[in-house]
Structure formats: C-alpha cells, structure tokens
C-alpha cells in the first residue's frame, strides 16, 4: 500500500518541479526588451511563452531583424510579429526661392543683352518684358529668365514675329 502512494506522489512531484522550473513570462520579458534595444519602435509582450512583437520599423529587413533577435531567447515558444513598416516619408521638394529686385534685375539684364529690342523692368520679383522676337528667340529668352525664379515672366508687352 505504501508502494502505491509513493508512485502517486511522485509523477506529482515530478509535474511541480518541470513547472516550477519552466521560464517565467517576466524573465522572458526582460530579456526580449533588453535585446528589442538595438531595433527602435518595436515592442514585445509575452504571455504563455508566447512573443507578441508590435510597433513601426523603416524597411522589411528591420521586421525580420527584430523577430530574428527574440526568437532564440530562452522560454520564448513562438513569434506573433505584428510589427509595421512604414517607409520613411520622402523628403519635401525644395521651396521656390524668389531673388530679391537688385540680384534679379542685374540677372535679367544679362539674360536679355543678346535681343536687341527688348526691354524688361523687374519689381516685386515679377519680370516685365516689351519689345519683338522670333519664336525661336523668344522661346530661349523664357528659359532663361525662368531658370532666375522669378515670382512671374509679364510679356504681355512682347510681340511675335514671323
């Protein structure tokens, strides 16, 4: 009778000691987050072994770093990776810069002393042009008083000819 009560205590033993033993959710935890320090905007919770990985990384290859990283760690039994990546948003396309009237004007006067005939005045950044030109002409002149940012090229005051 003893006999019996020995080979049921023991396999009762045996189950609170494998269980006692196993990784606590807690040490899991402290271990994943110290390693999640070298990947930014990832964070884990683990319950059950369990590793549930959340947050924002830049490319793919952060996503799969961060798993890679926590998957080894003692305890941890499986990966859910929830991480999103949002690439990094383009940088913003240079603002329009509008040369002050004094820079501007010396540029324009350079720009139109090959077309004879053509006179420009230049206030407020808007370019004012009077005179004749051949398409051709006028077509080059435009280039190069738009590569001067200016706010605005007038040439109401331009005539086309054939």
Partial sequence: MKLTKVFAIVPIL??????????KDADIQAKVTETLKAVPGV???VKDGVLTLS???????????AETAVKA?????SVVNNITVTPATPAAAAP???SPDEVLTKA????TKDYPGVTA?????????K????????KRLKMSLDALSPKKVDASGISIAK
Avoid: Q, R, Y
């Fill in 14 to 23: 045996a189950m609170s000691l494998l269980v006692s033993c196993g990784v």
């Fill in 43 to 45: 964070s884990a919770e």
């Fill in 55 to 65: 947050g924002n990384v830049p490319d793919d290859a952060a996503k799969t770093a």
């Fill in 73 to 77: 760690e003692k305890g941890v039994k």
């Fill in 96 to 98: 329009i810069t509008i």
């Fill in 108 to 111: 324009v006067v350079d720009a």
């Fill in 121 to 129: 005045a230049v206030k407020d950044g808007v370019i004012s042009l």
């Fill in 131 to 138: 005179g004749t030109l051949t398409v051709d002409k006028w």
